[in-house]
T-cell receptor
């Protein structure tokens, strides 16, 4: 099993550009989520999904869109990149999302810089 | 006040020392997670607790639900334990985790 994979590992964007961060898992996990990690702050939830076709907003959803057309894939779209979106992005999955009792599996992260 | 508070923020130890990292939370929870983030950035799950104590190798995690407090202990610390240790809690409803800011641990040889 590859676990949770993310692409790209690094990305530099100019303000206003759009892009999609890819996330895939091969563990048949129902729950997937996107976090951003900024210096001096804990991981913050952007969007999450409890299954194919179901997504919901997290703590910091503005400027991001997600979709979940398959169990395996959960892409994160930046609609119009802003310098405030410079961060490290992590995708995670777990077997059980409800009540968060499932072991969390994280992707390797994407380091995004917006100029 | 953050819902999840970790202490200390930074910890430096000598190889072989016993280490304790603390996590306090302010909400009712269904589960608490301890995660490890290596210098390369990858995050791995160490423990998921809803009560009592768990042990894996040199790592021990405990939780006191009444006091809303958890501790992560590392026995016989080693330089390879150097990492950021993150506490996260899952609430009693919904599917979200709330994360602490992490504890940077450095173990010197």
């Amino acid at each position: 099993n590859a676990g949770v994979t993310q692409t790209p590992k690094f990305q530099v964007l100019k303000t206003g550009q759009s892009m999609t961060l890819q996330c895939a898992q091969d563990m048949n996990h129902e729950y997937m989520s996107w976090y951003r990690q900024d210096p001096g702050m804990g991981l913050r939830l952007i969007h999450y999904s409890v299954g194919a076709g179901i997504t919901d907003q997290g703590e910091v959803p503005n400027g991001y869109n997600v979709s979940r057309s398959t169990t395996e894939d959960f892409p994160l779209r930046l609609l119009s990149a802003a310098p405030s979106q410079t961060s490290v992005y992590f995708c995670a999955s777990s077997r059980q999302g409800a009540n968060n009792r499932g072991e969390q599996f994280f992707g390797p992260g994407t380091r995004l810089t917006v100029l | 006040k953050n819902e999840v508070e970790q202490s200390p923020q930074n910890l430096t130890a000598q190889e072989g020392e016993f280490i304790t990292i603390n996590c306090s939370y302010s909400v009712g929870i269904s589960a608490l997670h301890w995660l490890q983030q290596h210098p390369g950035g990858g995050i791995v799950s160490l423990f998921m607790l809803s009560s009592g104590k768990k042990k894996h190798g040199r790592l021990i995690a405990t939780i006191n639900i009444q006091e809303k407090h958890s501790s992560l202990h590392i026995t016989a610390s080693h330089p390879r334990d150097s990492a950021v240790y993150i506490c996260a809690v899952g609430g009693t409803s919904g599917s979200r985790l709330t994360f602490g800011e992490g504890t940077q641990l450095t173990v010197n040889p």
